[in-house]
């Protein structure tokens, strides 16, 4: 087992996700099998509680993990399902140990964070190993060099490459090389103070990866590889490119892959770099454009939402056209009429996933402005109770219809809690978490789409659709498309008197693929720019 550990360093942001993810890619393309996972230094005890202004996205593995949106860079590029291993907390560092500890299996040590937080970080590691068959794996570690809540993980990778010996690990710190207008030149001292910071630690960079918007000098290469003690060759420039995708190939050929190979003592091919290069040929060739607004509440942090607008993406390149994202806050749409102004323009209407009652409001009007107007509708998770609330207030008459997460009243709940569940419940963790099986209607949207009766896809919700309004709906147009097994629990809606309305309680945008689009998404595109033309 060979590992690589990617670190940050000056400011956050600098792309160590995607460094990470494309070297992911770029190692796999060269026949090897690839293991990735984020080890984050904040104490909640993973980021499922918190708030998407503050985080982004929370990223569901197929094992019902809720981990960080660095992990959909990791699946998107290197297109293997990650798991319950692949993201890291303190919070969870230190829960284990303290329950470790009240079960007596420390058998009265007392606690420090040498040994015991670094050995729970070096076995959760360590545990990649034992569980996959893969031959590399690269770790994130989260946050920037400097931090206080990242030093038991940087001990504990020091201790790592220590136990495995030089050969089997290595260091990737990606700096930030600003660039000075005034004086028209790159500084390289904050890369020098973050790599003495690092080296304080005991690490040693293998490779340095700089971020900068502007072409770096070869000098400041060499001066960068002189103070810092790195090969020339490994002073590796991360440009800033147009399209995410393009980062593997722009990295490969500044050199990334040939210098983390021959640290590791990895002898493959070249990569085959052929399909990549054939997916972005074709992401460069679409010419038409179509916009399609999300409804949210979290739109001033796109992040939010960075899973659904890479699927949007995926589909536009597989369809052939450009999709625009227009971003309209759900609180902006006050009534109908501003419904119209925000949306008219628009040829598609997403109303992606989210928790709380702000802004509902306007996602409700957002859904009746689509269905009144055959404009194509897709919803997902909130996107699929809110056009359930909808359909039961504007067709079925229920005008006090809502959802038990929005009202403490005794209104009408069309969307009421999961089974065996209620108000006092923890929050964190609680949900329906993971991949589930669903069951489709023969006629309908979905399995034309999916092309069978059986599917599986990610769930993170608490409320479902209530059963005691089912019959009511159906009578009235809603078309049931997608169940659990059993039939107890409602999926998928559709209406069918439009030309594309499906809302699902699950998530597809966590499985698409830049190289294999969500068929949900693509046919969502497709009546986007149909209905443009």
């Known amino acids: 087992m060979k590992y690589i550990f990617v670190t940050g360093g000056v400011v956050s942001g600098l792309g160590k996700g995607i460094t990470a993810a494309s070297l992911g890619r770029l190692l796999k393309e060269r026949g090897l099998k690839v293991a990735a996972q984020k080890l984050d230094p904040y104490i909640n005890v993973d980021p499922g509680t918190i708030n998407p202004f503050q985080h982004g996205e929370v990223f569901v593995t197929e094992d019902g993990a809720e981990t960080d949106l660095d992990l959909g860079h990791y699946e998107r590029f290197i297109d293997e399902n990650l798991n319950k291993l692949s993201n890291l907390t303190t919070g969870k560092v230190y829960w284990n140990v303290l329950n470790k500890e009240r079960r007596g299996e420390y058998l009265g040590e007392t606690i420090q964070v040498i040994p015991h937080i670094t050995n729970e970080i070096k076995e959760f590691i360590y545990e990649v190993s034992k569980k996959t068959d893969a031959d590399v794996v690269i770790t994130e570690i989260g946050g920037t060099i400097g931090d206080i809540e990242s030093q038991p993980f940087l001990e504990a990778i020091r201790q790592i490459r220590n136990e495995v010996g030089k050969e089997n690990c290595i260091f990737i710190h990606v700096t930030l090389v600003p660039y000075i207008k005034g004086s028209n030149e790159h500084k390289s ?67 990334l892959d040939h210098v983390v190979c021959r640290a590791l003592h990895l002898e493959t091919a070249e990569p085959d770099l052929i399909k990549w290069q054939e997916m972005l040929s074709r992401m460069n060739a679409c010419t038409e454009e179509v916009e399609i607004a999300i409804v949210g509440k979290y739109v001033k942090l796109q992040d939010a939402y960075l899973s659904v607008v890479e699927a949007l993406s995926h589909a536009g390149y597989e369809t052939g056209v450009k999709v625009n994202v227009h971003w309209v806050d759900s609180e902006d749409i006050s009534d109908d009429e501003a419904a119209r102004r925000l949306l008219e323009h628009c040829k598609g209407i997403l109303v992606p996933g989210g928790f709380g009652d702000r802004g509902i409001e306007g996602k409700i009007r957002a859904c009746k402005f689509a269905r009144d107007n055959n404009v194509p509708y897709f919803g997902i998770c909130l996107g699929m109770q809110i056009a359930v609330i909808e359909f039961a207030r504007n067709v079925c008459e229920i005008m006090d219809a809502t959802s038990r997460e929005f009202t403490n009243q005794n209104n009408n709940l069309v969307i009421d809690f999961m089974p065996g569940q209620d108000g006092n419940i923890r929050k964190g963790g609680t949900m329906r978490l993971g991949t589930y099986p669903c069951k489709i209607k023969e006629d309908t949207i979905l399995q034309r789409v999916y092309g069978t009766n059986l599917i599986g896809e990610r769930h993170r919700h608490r409320y479902e659709f209530n059963n005691t309004y089912r019959e009511q709906m159906e009578e009235k147009g809603l078309l049931i498309s997608g169940t659990s097994p059993d039939d107890r629990i409602v999926e998928v809606i559709e209406y069918p008197n439009n030309d594309f309305f499906v809302a699902v309680q699950f998530h597809p945008e966590f499985k698409s693929r830049p190289n294999k689009a969500h068929p949900l998404f693509v046919e969502f595109v497709k009546a986007a720019a149909n209905a443009e033309k």
Not at 217 to 245: A, G, H
């Open 189 to 255: 001292k904050p890369t020098q103070h973050s790599v003495k910071e690092l080296r304080s630690m005991g690490i040693t960079p293998d490779v340095i990866v700089t971020r900068s918007d502007e072409k770096i000098d070869d000098s400041i290469k060499q001066k960068i590889s002189l103070f810092c003690d790195v090969k020339p060759d490994c002073v590796i420039e991360n440009d800033t490119v147009s399209n995410l995708y393009e980062a593997p190939i722009m990295l490969h050929e500044n050199g």
